[in-house]
């Protein structure tokens, strides 16, 4: 066949759902690199992919994570955080990136405030206890480090813009209890954001909502990011 | 380049992955940036959504640690993907495993820096899952070698590079609403059951051309709303 009358095809085809001929034909075309056929099934390819865009997303059970690591890790049971290090080391600087960051501290500004966010961040993140959760799209992506004992580091992308006269706080949500307000912040203007709340957490799920400045006592709007712990 | 990150510079976190001038308007100034090694940053590069590349040439090197950022980026989707077509939480774990180390196993393929990592990896979760449920069903005859096909890396090679975007996320479910009753039936019956028009022709009682008007038809109005390049 040509790949005139296969072009109706090239979807079907990406979905795994083309019957013979036109199925061995398409996969013939494509094995001799064909010039029409491989950018139409790759454009095909790349509808299909949309479509998982719009299945209903679920999160999947935490041990699957380590299921999935325990299959490539050297060491079984090593933690994975020890994996970062050695490659910021290497990589970091290898990729020329640039910086920034606001933290907006929920305690009193030190002297040094830079200083002290790193500190405190660093405690955070280096806090054996520390629990981790990631979130991803629709809303944002990013990740929450929660200490128990030390606070709440946060981390996003791709956060929404705001109209003016709103912010974003932030909400623990105790066990069987109202949110909690953990102050406020704003995205920078690439939409990403970092910000640490200091003090003990207990926590079984952290939020985010989008609020008028200054902030709410409880959450006025749906929460944009509910992530469970 | 230190060996050992030394905590004690300011607290600058990388938050771009793209150079720019440092401006007056930063709130810190960078100071030892060579000792600036943060896991934050680990993050934030993750999250900048512009290391496919990286990630795929980490992958190439089999370092673990880029499967767990894989896993972190796409295993939400992945899962989400697959447990929309088996529809059994426990297997939908089996097949995001087989999933993950299949990527794993063939990132040898892939080209860095032209291929788009994410949707190569959903490809695979779905076709997984489709295959699944067809051996259950011992509907289609399995076919790996279709499989492969369709997984093979080349087919990824300079794909639109948002087509995971958030935007994407929004406009997709747009055009689906979009779609009529029909054109709606089909799409999903192929997309999370793997039906061929044949069968569904059969699943819906309708001549095989009405079937393959409507899919026609659906793929027309995604691709119009997706503003992607019509192939059909
Ligand atoms: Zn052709």
Known sequence: MNCEELRSDYAAWAMGTAEDPERSEITAHLERDCDVCVPGVRSALATVTSMSLAVRQVDPPRRLRKRILALVMPEPGKSWFSFWLPWAVSAAFALALLIVVIPRAATPPAAHPGETAYKEVIDILNDPLTKDAAFGEPAARGRFFVSPSKGVVFIAAHLPTLDPGRTFEMWVIPDGGKPIPAGTFHALPDSTAVYFHQGPVSAAAMAISVEPDGGSPQPTTTPIIVTKL | ?232
């Not at chain 2, 990592?117 to 449920?133: Q, S, V, Y």
């Not at chain 2, 051996?135 to 499989?147: A, D, H, I, L």
């Open chain 2, 1 to 232: 380049m230190h060996a050992a990150p030394a905590f004690s510079p300011p607290l600058v976190l990388v938050l771009t992955s793209h150079p720019y001038p440092f401006s007056s308007q930063q709130r810190y100034h960078l100071q030892s940036a060579d000792r600036m090694i943060l896991p934050a940053l680990i993050l934030a590069l993750e999250l900048s959504g512009e290391h496919d590349e990286e990630l795929a040439l980490r992958l190439r090197r089999k370092e673990p640690q880029a499967m767990a950022d894989l896993y972190d980026r796409f295993g939400r989707l992945a899962y989400s993907v697959i447990l929309a077509v088996v529809r059994d939480a426990s297997l939908a774990e089996d097949l995001v495993q087989e999933t993950f180390l299949r990527v794993w196993n063939r990132a040898h393929a892939f080209e860095p820096g032209r291929g788009a990592l994410g949707p190569w990896l959903l490809t695979i979760a779905r076709n997984r899952a489709i295959d699944h449920i067809r051996s259950v069903g011992s509907r289609m005859q399995r076919n790996s070698s279709e499989f492969d096909a369709r997984e093979h890396p080349s087919l990824f090679v300079d794909m639109e590079r948002d087509v995971l975007n958030n935007d994407h996320a929004r406009i997709i479910r747009l055009a689906m609403a979009k779609l009529n009753e029909n054109q709606r039936k089909v799409i999903e019956l192929a997309y999370y059951e793997g039906l061929s028009q044949t069968e569904m022709a059969d699943r819906m009682d309708q001549p095989l051309g009405t079937i393959k008007t409507w899919v026609r038809g659906a793929l027309k109005v995604l691709r119009a709303e997706l503003g992607q390049e019509a192939a059909a």
